[in-house]
């Protein structure tokens, strides 16, 4: 494993973000463990999770997009904080936007909010799981209708690599062949049982993942 994403495994562990117990995900599944971005709390852990977030985006697809979108709520932050890092470390002044549960009558109106997206953009979305491909299916129709705009790229803390609503396919799969979105993650699960191997205090937890991974998981 190599150190960045130890560091990132870390962090969320010491920000109380990557939690061990019994969870209910999104898709109705029972997880043994489960990714809360909503318990980063602090102005330094946004920072750290942007600096992470952003380099990845920057290693990854450069300057190869033209704007941010952070799916409510948790993609808020997200979105935010990211771009105001990649403004200040590489100079990449992007937009963001991000939508709104339910959309306003009032005011300027609509269910959009910061950048409003032109046709022929092309936007990254940034959020923190993918499980079972839910979200991503609520999100796209919301860019879809504001402007006939590209998304190819999709980043996230951690890939679940769990099916979704095909067997053999994970929902990641499933975002590709469907809507032709890369899904980049900064760790997956696999790396998450790699890293917790050889914690003596972790032993009644890899038990747990190993059988829902087992059961839910695709690799």
Do not use: W
């Amino acid at each position: 494993m190599d150190e960045r994403k130890q560091a990132f495994i870390e962090f969320m562990m010491a920000s109380d973000v990557l939690r061990f117990g019994s969870f209910v995900t999104k898709s109705g599944r029972n997880t043994p463990y489960f990714i809360n971005t909503g318990n980063y709390r602090t102005g330094k852990q946004i920072a750290t999770l942007a600096k992470f977030y952003g380099d990845f985006i920057h290693s990854t697809i450069g300057d190869g997009f033209d704007a941010l979108f952070g799916p409510a709520y948790k993609g808020i932050p997200l979105a935010a904080a990211t771009a105001a890092y990649l403004a200040t470390a590489y100079d990449m002044d992007k937009p963001y936007f991000f939508n709104r549960k339910e959309a306003k009558d009032h005011g300027e109106g609509g269910n959009l909010v910061g950048y409003a997206p032109k046709d022929g953009d092309r936007v990254a979305i940034i959020e923190d799981v993918i499980t079972a491909g839910t979200a991503i299916r609520e999100t796209l129709p919301i860019l879809k209708n504001a402007a006939k705009v590209e998304v190819k790229d999709m980043f996230i803390s951690v890939n679940r690599c769990e099916v979704g609503q095909n067997p053999g396919k994970t929902a990641v799969m499933e975002v590709k062949e469907a809507f032709g979105i890369e899904v980049h993650a900064l760790v997956t699960v696999q790396d998450i049982h790699e890293y917790l191997k050889g914690r003596p205090e972790y032993a009644a937890v890899m038990k747990d993942m190993e059988r829902y991974m087992d059961q839910y998981c695709v690799f």
